[in-house]
């Protein structure tokens, strides 16, 4: 083991490729490939030098899954910076950030985690805390049923990606629900501008 990775002065540069690593095993052979032996291998170091960092691969799994949740959040947050509506940012973040995801990109970590996390409770469990604290965060502006609906129809736009159904019409379902935002904002503000 003549890898870099393996000098104790750097913990951190081991650490990153344990993560990457195991991101890359889940995404080109599915989450069952990643195991303690497999991703100490590819990460060039030994078992002791992945149980130093990760006490199980459960744990190593979560942290991936903890970075991805972070990365998604920061992606979300700059696209509802200086967002010309209130109404409806973040569902309209959310779609977008959905629409935006390439469904022909094999080697997106989120493909491999995202079918692990419909199978794999502790997953969704994380899954679900991380989106209902973004709900309750933007519950004045998002909390509307027509929105519910619209990430709803963007989750299942994931999905169908997912799965390898992605709709052809996928630019055209985006505007559309785009627009529903939209319309829902203003006739929103208008009921307010002008009470019944």
């Known amino acids: ?19 990457d690593h195991a991101a890359k095993l889940a ?6 490939a990643v195991t303690v032996q497999a991703v100490s291998d ?22 991936v899954f903890h970075e991805l949740l972070e990365k998604l959040g920061h992606d979300l947050d700059r696209r509802m910076e200086g967002a ?29 985690l995202s079918i692990s996390m419909l199978t794999d409770p502790k997953l969704r469990r994380l899954w679900a805390r991380w989106f209902q604290d973004r709900l309750d965060s933007h519950e004045a502006t998002d909390s509307d049923v027509q929105l519910t609906a619209i990430r709803l129809a963007a ?10 159904i992605a709709p052809d019409k996928r ?19 208008d009921g307010a501008d002008h009470p019944p």
């Open 1 to 19: 083991m003549g890898n870099a990775y393996t000098r104790s002065k750097q913990p951190e540069l081991v650490r990153r490729a344990l993560l």
């Open 27 to 32: 995404v080109e052979q599915g989450l069952a």
């Open 42 to 63: 590819a990460a060039g170091v030994t078992k002791g030098g992945f149980t130093h960092h990760f006490p199980s691969k459960q744990a190593l799994i979560d942290t």
């Open 84 to 112: 010309p509506e209130r109404y409806g940012a973040f569902t309209r973040a959310y779609l977008e950030a959905v629409c935006d995801m390439d469904p022909s990109e094999r080697g997106s970590p989120w493909a491999a």
């Open 155 to 164: 989750d299942g736009v994931w999905l169908a990606d997912l799965i390898g």
């Open 171 to 189: 630019a055209e379902l985006r505007n559309h629900l785009l627009q529903q935002i939209h319309e829902q904002g203003v006739e929103r503000s």
